[in-house]
């Protein structure tokens, strides 16, 4: 009995192994690992899994996917939950398995999608896969306040060539040639031939793709003439909050700046750098005023303050060099269960998932902060996720932008490389330099193409010199945000549609006349 049990086990598991090699490979494309030409042949094993005629089983295949990729992609929320967020082991494990079980949809529907439409429409993969997938990538990064972390194009940042289209389209497009080809390879190895005006198509698209970002990137950019310094105070989530080691942190960055910084235009300190309302500790709102004017720079730090009604909000202040504050910029995106509870109105225990401290209530707008050196445009934390909030604050007339954001949540888990790696985006996105500054790292500079100019390791302490410039360009991206989606949208309706009217006019000849 025993016997038979494991080979149906084994069997099982080996009907589905193609599935967990995509998983697998959807890891390891990411950061810190970085494989990024294995993008190109990632669902590879995923697409010799699905089959028309069984449209449960194909499901099931990317469903399987979804859970081998996310567990291995977002495993550190147990680590942030639990570890630093005050929630118990149990739990934490709990809300990443439902995390997981909810993206694993995604993936799952993108193959039965596919299935679906090659045996209900006779539409083939090739065209099928591409269009499904950036249209679920996109589905995934605004519902339910949207996730979108680790797309394909994500795994392509270093890949600077092929991304400057994001200047264009946006990222969600560079996901659609990656699939494309994937989808190339596959027929070709499975039948050994597919249509060459679509190999020629997707061919050409990609190579128009790489000389336009070989031009820009060898066009000349103006010289930057603006000076950062980005302090990188390294300070533990498991004191940060500690009313023991406020007074340190403080004269941490104090310290830090007075001693590394001078003939700069922007000093700034990550997100919640100073761990207090700042506006009612009147001693220590003292010293920090008084330090722009010490250094002769602006400064730029995240910290906590108030609205109207006592609510805590993560906020952003800039101080300029005659101590007074230019401006406050307050988070708008917040983190569910990580900075509120969604839907506690409805369900009171969910306050129970939610990490310590994390009662804050939202900014009003993605208004840049207008100092005497230009207008900045703050994202806080994971707002830099989302490339509607930088478009937005491009459009505000934000001329540089900054990511303030505290990392230490992660650990030395893959989550802050990940992180990262959507900020070389946001930058070619925009046209914009993209200064960042995280506690315990990773702190960069990103200029408009890309390039990272300067960054820091993790876990640090580091005072980061860099040089800007500010820009006033509006990107096609900017202009237009993702209209890539709606053509992808009616190219997909359009070969539903054909695919339709092929199957009637089959359907009509078969009749008995």
């Known amino acids: 009995m025993k016997a038979i049990h ?73 680590i942030a939950m639990n570890r630093y967020g005050g929630i118990d082991i149990v739990s934490s494990f709990l809300i990443l398995l439902l995390f997981v079980f909810y993206l694993s949809l995604y993936t799952g529907v993108f193959a039965l999608s596919c299935a679906w439409f090659e045996k209900r429409f006779s539409v083939p993969l090739y065209l099928s896969a591409p269009l499904t997938w950036v249209a679920l990538e996109y589905a995934r990064g605004v519902l339910l306040s949207g996730f979108p972390w680790s797309f394909l194009a994500h795994s392509q940042y270093t890949f600077l060539p092929f991304i400057q289209v994001a200047s264009i389209t946006g990222a969600y497009f560079i996901s659609f040639p990656i699939v494309a080809v994937n989808t190339i390879f596959f027929v070709l190895w499975k039948r050994g031939r597919m249509s060459p005006i679509y190999v020629v198509v997707i061919a050409a698209l990609v190579a128009l793709t790489l000389v336009y970002g070989f031009a820009k990137l060898s066009e000349k950019t103006e010289r930057p003439h603006f000076k950062t310094a980005i302090v990188q105070g390294n300070v533990k989530q498991d004191v940060k909050w500690d009313e023991a080691f406020k007074v340190m942190t403080i004269k941490k960055y104090l310290q830090m700046t007075l001693s590394s910084v001078k003939d700069v235009d922007l000093v700034i300190w990550p997100e919640t750098a100073m761990p207090f309302l700042f506006d009612r500790e009147i001693y220590a709102n003292k010293y920090i005023k008084a330090l722009p004017g010490a250094v002769g720079s602006n400064l730029l730090f995240g910290t906590m303050s108030e609205d109207s009604s006592r609510r805590l909000r993560n906020s952003a202040y800039v101080i300029g060099k005659d101590g007074e504050t230019e401006g406050v910029y307050n988070k708008v995106h917040l983190v569910p269960f990580g900075e509120y509870t969604p839907l506690i109105s409805y369900f009171p225990f969910l306050a129970k998932l939610t990490a310590a401290g994390g009662d804050f209530s939202p900014g009003q707008s993605h208004e840049p902060i207008k100092t005497d050196i230009g207008s900045i445009g703050v994202l806080i934390c994971y707002e830099g996720v989302f490339p509607s909030i930088t478009n937005e604050t491009v459009r505000r007339g934000a001329q540089v932008l900054v990511n303030l954001t505290n990392d230490a949540w992660y650990d030395r888990t893959s989550a802050p490389y990940e992180h990262f790696a959507f900020y070389v985006f946001r930058a070619i996105e925009t046209d914009r330099y993209l200064l960042r500054a995280a506690n315990t790292g990773i702190s960069a500079v990103i200029d408009p193409n890309g390039r990272i100019e300067a960054r820091t390791p993790i876990f640090t302490e580091d005072v980061l010199q860099g040089s800007f410039a500010l820009r006033s360009t509006r990107t096609v991206y900017v202009r237009w945000g993702d209209y890539f989606m709606i053509i992808a949208l009616l190219v997909l309706a359009s070969a539903i549609g054909a695919g339709w009217r092929r199957r009637l006019r089959v359907e009509k000849k078969s009749l008995p006349q």
């Open 6 to 78: 494991s080979k149906g086990f084994l069997h099982g598991l080996n009907k589905y192994s193609l599935s967990f090699l995509s998983g697998i490979l959807l890891v390891v494309i990411q950061p810190p690992i970085s494989l990024f030409p294995l993008a190109f042949i990632a669902l590879m094993p995923l697409f010799g899994s699905i089959k028309k005629d069984d449209l449960r089983f194909s499901f099931v295949s990317g469903y399987l996917t979804g859970l081998v990729s996310y567990l291995g992609l977002i495993y550190w929320v147990v």
